[in-house]
Nanobody, 120 residues
Framework: QVHLAESGGGLVQPGGSLRLSCVAS????????MGWYRQAPGKERELVAS???????NYADSVKGRFTISRDKAKNTVYLQMTSLKPEGKAVYYC??????????????WGQGTPVTISS
């Protein structure tokens, strides 16, 4: 099974920037799609950004123009570059992978999460 390891979370001031990394144990070209989700206390986990193996991206409306998802296929890594951070963005950020299985089905794999705190 694919394993994911996130890093890069921490404390940043409003308006600041942070880059999250997610390293997969296998080539990301073998994964249908990868994404970043976040979950704040008392709230449901929500999609922040995703990228497919062919490079198509998708963003939540709340982060469009501020966050960028990208990848380094040689390093089996997906990044989330976050700029103009807002206090409401404080959450645990999770990496997600949709891994292909037999008969054109897929399963979802999650990392352990990396916390991001935006505070002055």
């Amino acid at each position: 099974q694919v394993h994911l390891a996130e890093s890069g979370g921490g404390l940043v001031q409003p308006g600041g920037s942070l880059r999250l990394s997610c390293v997969a144990s296998e080539s990301i070209l073998s994964i249908n799609a990868m994404g970043w989700y976040r979950q704040a206390p008392g709230k449901e986990r929500e999609l922040v950004a995703s990228i497919t193996k062919i490079g198509n991206t998708n963003y939540a409306d709340s982060v469009k123009g501020r966050f960028t998802i990208s990848r380094d296929k040689a390093k089996n890594t997906v990044y989330l570059q976050m700029t103009s951070l807002k206090p409401e963005g404080k959450a645990v950020y999770y990496c997600n992978a949709k891994v292909p299985m037999e008969w054109a089905r897929y399963t979802e794999v999650w990392g352990q999460g990396t916390p991001v705190t935006i505070s002055s």
